[in-house]
């Protein structure tokens, strides 16, 4: 008995023509790659300390001592606010420019003020900290002058030890910048 709703051929055979997906909005900024597997497990340890420390808001509060609980949810919250704030770094894309999020600073650079985009060998930090090591750099360079922009490297949380995965997102931010940016 053939099963053709889990082939993914047949997905292929039924889209003949090249129409964007609905959710393919080019107007709202999206990640081009995936978040990599530092990043999540980091954002996933910080979510089950902040399970902890609800649980410890529950003990508290039926111990009591509601002042006490209310800190100790408050400070649950925060650990969640920076779980989801660690999911969020990195690079996004739209048809408006690119968007580098960090972790306490976000910037936003307009397709039409980038006047080149390109990968370099150069000393990056390995995992955000102050230590470097010798890798790959995505720079944008603005019209101006001024520093250039490190928007991906290959040692950071979504990249390291995924050096394929690294090349595919600058592919795909590059593809971004040739499609929106002005030629120059």
Do not use: K
């Not at 995965?165 to 590059?174: H, I, L, W």
């Amino acid at each position: 008995m053939p099963l053709p709703f889990l082939t993914a051929d047949r997905a292929f055979e039924a889209t003949s023509d090249d129409l964007a997906l609905p959710f393919d909005d080019h107007d709202r900024w999206r990640r081009p790659y995936r978040p990599g597997p530092w990043r999540v497990s980091a954002a996933a340890l910080t979510l089950l300390i902040a399970s902890f420390m609800l649980l410890a808001t529950l003990v508290i509060a039926l111990a009591g001592t509601l002042p006490a609980a209310a800190v100790c949810l408050a400070a649950a919250a925060l650990v969640i606010a920076l779980a989801l704030r660690l999911l969020r770094v990195g690079a996004w894309v739209s048809r408006h420019g690119v968007r580098q999020v960090r972790f306490f600073r976000t910037v936003t650079v307009p397709w039409a003020r980038t006047s080149s985009l390109r990968t370099v060998q150069q000393p990056v930090r390995w995992l955000g900290m102050p230590r470097t090591v010798q890798g790959q750099a995505l720079l944008l360079v603005r019209r101006g002058g001024g520093e250039p922009l490190t928007l991906l490297t290959d040692h950071n949380a979504d990249f390291l030890a995924r050096v394929e995965a690294f090349d595919r997102a600058a592919d795909s931010v590059g593809a971004w910048n040739a499609e929106y940016a002005p030629a120059s």
